[in-house]
């Protein structure tokens, strides 16, 4: 299904981010209002507009209402606010993603703020860090809706309990649910039947309040 994606902000962040869905197949408006920054050479697929993201009448120029998802990926934490809570009060798009440029901002980019989404780099990065090295311990990976929902992973340990079993012999908490297996080069969608083996890295979408009851059942600790 083709997504229609606003990206306000064509740095190197906006662009990287709107070929990567290009390539996915999507379409995609960069929203830049630096002259020199506009360089359609660079991502040619996609339609470009100069303008200012933080004006209401720009983003009605734009047909901003006709989007699905909007990311806010300026530089400028001030105007990935201002874009979020435009995008989601005055056009209501379904989904706003935000750029956090500074960790002490981070408190900020909420729901009444219309961010749906928070990316902070360093966050993010210290996840993937942890996931990296991480055996037989859950990291959480990243949050939705500002702590409603999370993506959390454990990396299953050789002679852990449900190890060599089918995934319906795990007894998954309530708000919890296994949602891929990562095994070598390999992703798997999971079905009941299939068995969960050591090394595989098990991603989760569970609330923050299962967090510790994933931990027990899959690990078999408190």
Not at 129 to 158: C, H, S, W, Y
Not at 174 to 198: H, Q, S, Y
């Amino acid at each position: 299904m083709t997504v229609r994606i606003a990206i306000a902000g064509a740095g190197n962040v906006g662009r990287s981010i709107a070929q990567e869905l290009i390539g996915n197949g999507h379409e995609v408006m960069l929203i830049e209002r630096h002259p020199r920054q506009l360089c359609p050479e660079r991502v040619p697929q996609a339609r470009w507009v100069l303008a200012d993201a933080c004006e209401l009448s720009s983003l009605e120029e734009a047909d901003l209402a006709g989007c699905d998802v909007v990311v806010a990926a300026t530089g400028d934490d001030k105007a990935n606010l201002v874009v979020s809570l435009l995008a989601k009060t005055e056009f209501a798009v379904p989904r706003v993603v935000s750029r956090v440029n500074r960790a002490e901002n981070e408190w900020l980019f909420t729901e009444q703020w219309g961010v749906d989404v928070a990316v902070s780099k360093p966050r993010l990065m210290a996840a993937l860090v942890e996931e990296a090295v991480t055996v037989g311990d859950l990291v959480r990976l990243m949050t939705f809706r500002q702590g409603e929902a999370n993506l959390v992973e454990i990396t299953l340990p050789k002679d852990a309990p449900y190890e060599g079993q089918p995934v319906r012999s795990v007894p998954m908490p309530r708000d919890a649910a296994l949602v891929a297996i990562l095994r070598g080069k390999r992703v798997l969608v999971p079905t009941p039947d299939d068995p969960i083996e050591a090394g595989d890295e098990l991603i989760f979408v569970c609330t923050a309040e299962v967090e510790e009851q994933i931990r027990a059942v899959v690990l078999g600790s408190a």
